[in-house]
């Protein structure tokens, strides 16, 4: 078809970004023009890709403490709150000043759920955009209930009586409501009313095109998906820039010995991580096995002095290399890692902080591809018996390979710009 420009926002963690990455390549690939707004700390990631960058505010390297904000950002039921709230709200008029400047020649817009000023742009100025969802959470189904981590108890309830869930998001939006101000006067400020629709609820939804960026594997489409919904599967991204790839170290390790354990949280729970990586060394020890903790760049980690032997310590490692070659993976439960986790068709245990990670670890263990361990259950002890589990059970592996196989086949990527394509070609 004809080259058209599409412009994506991404907001938040690295998570965040780089579905939005994936899908701007599959663009590039097709011919089309993308551009990527995100936060000005990823710009070197992105342009080394090729792909056009503006800037999406606020600066989060430029915060007064990084390692704090993520701190809060990541502290359990109230996490979410603090987001939105403090992260994202007071930074909405400036995001859309961004979001408007970027879309002055685009043909449509792609929205991350924490970017409403791609909705108020569209409709300012007479574009199609797009929606997406990284998790299931976000699809507000109550017939395939989530866990809400200010709620974990309503979720096996919710699955007996799908009228709870309705319950439980009709007082969400009530209490919400007020918070949207800062959207209501961006809207005022463009000549736009009131929004109808709550912003972070239905107003979150394109009724053009719902890009659903996870697995059927993870969660199957629902009657009560919005009807816009297609679901293509995750888009992966996993390099630190174009030619990263496995550290020659790592790459040394791995081909030394049996498959290790893997100890990961990503790049948001890995600034309170705690004891998680202490645990997870003498859990290895015990078990006889070797393993590997990817503690992320410019972050001290309590780690055990000296490290258990067969256990080594990396910054970073391309999920998409490593995992496949994990006897095991533990992990945070995040949207990136979960996918890459189960695309790896390797056995997990999680341990969730915040926001979906808990909602992710119940899937993945009823899937019976690997065990949820709660945060604050999640000692040496626990993690061993844990990770002896799936490690002992053929059954975990076996599902996990055939999970693993399924996500495999799903190029989630270029299923979402065969979307957007299809809609390009009606507008």
Same mark, same amino acid.
């Given at each position: 078809?004809?080259?058209?420009?599409?412009?994506?926002?991404?907001?938040?963690?690295?998570?965040?970004?780089?579905?939005?990455?994936?899908?701007?390549?599959?663009?590039?690939?097709?011919?089309?023009?993308?551009?990527?707004?995100?936060?000005?700390?990823?710009?070197?990631?992105?342009?080394?890709?090729?792909?056009?960058?503006?800037?999406?505010?606020?600066?989060?390297?430029?915060?007064?403490?990084?390692?704090?904000?993520?701190?809060?950002?990541?502290?359990?039921?109230?996490?979410?709150?603090?987001?939105?709230?403090?992260?994202?709200?007071?930074?909405?008029?400036?995001?859309?000043?961004?979001?408007?400047?970027?879309?002055?020649?685009?043909?449509?817009?792609?929205?991350?759920?924490?970017?409403?000023?791609?909705?108020?742009?569209?409709?300012?100025?007479?574009?199609?955009?797009?929606?997406?969802?990284?998790?299931?959470?976000?699809?507000?189904?109550?017939?395939?209930?989530?866990?809400?981590?200010?709620?974990?108890?309503?979720?096996?309830?919710?699955?007996?009586?799908?009228?709870?869930?309705?319950?439980?998001?009709?007082?969400?939006?009530?209490?919400?409501?007020?918070?949207?101000?800062?959207?209501?006067?961006?809207?005022? $400020?463009?000549? #736009? @009313? &009131? =929004?109808?629709?709550?912003?972070?609820?239905? !107003?979150?939804?394109?009724?053009?095109?719902? /890009?659903?960026?996870?697995?059927?594997?993870?969660?199957?489409?629902?009657?009560?998906?919005?009807?816009?919904?297609?679901?293509?599967?995750?888009?992966?991204?996993?390099?630190?820039?174009?030619?990263?790839?496995?550290?020659?170290?790592?790459?040394?390790?791995?081909?030394?010995?049996?498959?290790?354990?893997?100890?990961?949280?990503?790049?948001?729970?890995?600034?309170?991580?705690?004891?998680?990586?202490?645990?997870?060394?003498?859990?290895?020890?015990?078990?006889?096995?070797?393993?590997?903790?990817?503690?992320?760049?410019?972050?001290?980690?309590?780690?055990?002095?000296?490290?258990?032997?067969?256990?080594?310590?990396?910054?970073?490692?391309?999920? $998409?290399?490593? #995992? @496949? &070659? =994990?006897?095991?993976?533990?992990?945070?439960? !995040?949207?990136?890692?979960?996918?890459?986790? /189960?695309?790896?068709?390797?056995?997990?245990?999680?341990?969730?902080?915040?926001?979906?990670?808990?909602?992710?670890?119940?899937?993945?263990?009823?899937?019976?591809?690997?065990?949820?361990?709660?945060?604050?259950?999640?000692?040496?002890?626990?993690?061993?018996?844990?990770?002896?589990?799936?490690?002992?059970?053929?059954?975990?592996?076996?599902?996990?390979?055939?999970?693993?196989?399924?996500?495999?086949?799903?190029?989630?990527?270029?299923?979402?710009?065969?979307?957007?394509?299809?809609?390009?070609?009606?507008?």
């Amino acid at each position: 078809m004809t080259p058209r420009h599409v412009v994506l926002a991404a907001y938040g963690s690295l998570g965040d970004l780089h579905p939005a990455l994936a899908i701007a390549i599959a663009l590039r690939d097709r011919g089309h023009r993308a551009t990527l707004l995100s936060h000005e700390m990823y710009r070197p990631k992105v342009e080394s890709e090729g792909i056009a960058f503006a800037t999406l505010p606020p600066n989060l390297a430029e915060l007064d403490d990084f390692g704090a904000t993520m701190r809060r950002a990541m502290d359990g039921p109230d996490g979410s709150r603090y987001v939105i709230q403090e992260l994202v709200l007071p930074h909405v008029a400036a995001t859309t000043a961004a979001i408007d400047a970027a879309a002055h020649d685009a043909d449509l817009l792609v929205a991350h759920p924490l970017t409403f000023g791609v909705a108020i742009v569209a409709e300012k100025r007479g574009l199609p955009w797009a929606s997406t969802s990284l998790q299931p959470l976000l699809q507000y189904s109550a017939l395939d209930p989530s866990v809400w981590p200010q709620a974990p108890w309503l979720e096996p309830w919710g699955r007996r009586f799908p009228a709870l869930y309705h319950a439980f998001f009709a007082v969400g939006k009530v209490v919400s409501r007020p918070w949207m101000g800062a959207v209501d006067g961006v809207r005022a $400020s463009m000549g #736009l @009313p &009131r =929004a109808t629709l709550h912003p972070m609820y239905e !107003g979150v939804f394109s009724p053009l095109l719902h /890009l659903v960026l996870f697995s059927r594997a993870l969660a199957a489409p629902q009657p009560d998906w919005p009807p816009s919904s297609v679901q293509c599967g995750f888009a992966f991204y996993d390099r630190e820039d174009h030619a990263a790839g496995l550290p020659a170290e790592l790459a040394a390790f791995l081909d030394a010995g049996p498959p290790p354990l893997v100890f990961t949280l990503g790049s948001s729970a890995v600034h309170t991580a705690g004891l998680f990586y202490t645990n997870g060394a003498h859990a290895a020890a015990r078990l006889g096995r070797r393993a590997v903790l990817l503690v992320g760049r410019k972050i001290a980690q309590r780690l055990p002095d000296p490290l258990p032997s067969g256990v080594v310590v990396f910054p970073y490692a391309p999920y $998409s290399e490593l #995992l @496949p &070659r =994990a006897a095991a993976v533990v992990h945070q439960g !995040g949207a990136g890692t979960t996918g890459q986790a /189960l695309r790896a068709g390797r056995p997990m245990v999680v341990v969730p902080f915040a926001h979906d990670q808990a909602d992710h670890a119940a899937r993945i263990a009823r899937a019976g591809v690997g065990l949820a361990l709660p945060r604050d259950r999640c000692d040496a002890a626990t993690l061993t018996a844990a990770l002896g589990r799936v490690l002992a059970e053929p059954g975990f592996a076996e599902r996990a390979a055939a999970v693993g196989a399924e996500v495999r086949a799903e190029h989630g990527a270029n299923a979402a710009a065969d979307a957007i394509e299809r809609l390009l070609a009606i507008r």
